[in-house]
């Protein structure tokens, strides 16, 4: 099945010449079946990029999607046109009595600011507590999951003396997790930040797992069971050519940054960089939907309250 986009979303143009299923909402309402309903809470200043990113995976599945894309409700994007901002996203304050299987709050580029200081951490902390009771999975990717797994355990994000940043090989400290199924020993993963969470400190936290975790550049994948939650740290989603803008963004604006470590072929920035994750990541967010589509509530007014388990 495909993902539900409306046809005049710019994803459903790229992901539909990709030969991603796509379908438009009026084909879908078609269908007498309940698609799964994710949302995409985005923080990222590029959000037209991101969108794709996202919706790129998960709509890969069997299932039909319907993607609704959120954004907090005073802060204000300077990179995205307005008019985009006010056809395809909702502020959180008008979904809040809405429930969705599953949500997604991505990154944003605030590493160095302590949670508390960002502008909008009053109203991220009202939607992280919302998922309690309206979502039954949610992902927090990069700062996304470091904030959450601060605000559910307290658990603290440390400034790096260096940014991590390149493409590092992470290794399955859990082979039998659902979320894993299907996944090699170990697998590459684009990184990129100036802050970690610490082994010892997420061992520390009850309930906490850690799923992927590099020898280099720390843990990155951590379920959270009884807040229904995955935190990842790095960035599966990742285009081909992002850590290549991002070092070339860098270079323009004279900051100093190393070339991307294991990401150019030789490490030279005159080589096309080589997508050697794009597998596994369809792997991690197909069985994540998978996952929702076996557990959520078929009746979505009891999401947050029961959960159906159809593995039983």
């Not at 996944?183 to 100036?194: A, G, M």
């Not at 520390?204 to 379920?223: F, I, N, Q, Y």
């Not at 069971?225 to 070339?248: M, Q, V």
């Not at 072929?265 to 096309?272: E, L, V």
Request: contains cysteine; proline residues 6%; glycine residues 6%.
């Amino acid at each position: 099945m495909p993902i539900k986009l409306p046809s005049s979303l710019p994803a459903f143009d790229v992901l539909t010449r990709e030969g991603v299923m796509v379908m438009p909402e009026d084909a879908a309402a078609q269908q007498d079946i309940r698609p799964l309903k994710i949302g995409l809470l985005n923080l990222m200043p590029k959000k037209i990029q991101t969108e794709n990113q996202f919706a790129r995976l998960v709509g890969a599945t069997p299932l039909q999607i319907e993607f609704h894309l959120l954004r907090m409700s005073e802060h204000q994007t300077k990179n995205t046109a307005a008019e985009h901002m006010a056809e395809f996203y909702r502020p959180f304050q008008d979904v809040k009595n809405e429930k969705f299987d599953g949500l997604i709050i991505t990154g944003a580029p605030i590493e160095h600011l302590p949670f508390e200081e960002v502008t909008y951490w009053d109203e991220l902390t009202e939607v992280m507590d919302w998922t309690q009771t309206n979502v039954h999975s949610t992902f927090g990717v990069c700062w996304g999951g470091m904030a959450m797994i601060n605000h559910f355990h307290g658990v603290k994000k440390h400034m790096l003396d260096a940014k991590a940043f390149g493409c590092f090989r992470h290794n399955n400290l859990s082979p039998n997790s659902p979320y894993l199924r299907g996944f090699s020993d170990d697998c590459v993963i684009p990184v990129s930040r100036w802050t970690e969470m610490k082994s010892d400190e997420i061992a520390a936290a009850r309930g906490l797992k850690t799923l992927l975790g590099s020898d280099e550049v720390g843990p990155c994948l951590v379920e959270d069971a009884d807040h229904r939650a995955l935190y990842i740290f790095n960035h599966f989603e990742y285009d081909s050519g992002t850590l290549k803008e991002e070092y070339d963004r860098d270079i323009s604006n004279g900051t100093p940054i190393n070339v991307p470590m294991n990401y150019y072929p030789d490490d030279d920035p005159g080589n096309d960089p080589q997508n050697r994750w794009r597998s596994h990541a369809h792997l991690l967010y197909g069985n994540w939907v998978s996952e929702i589509y076996l557990t959520t509530p078929y009746d979505m007014d009891q999401i947050g309250q029961t959960v159906t388990d159809l593995r039983k």
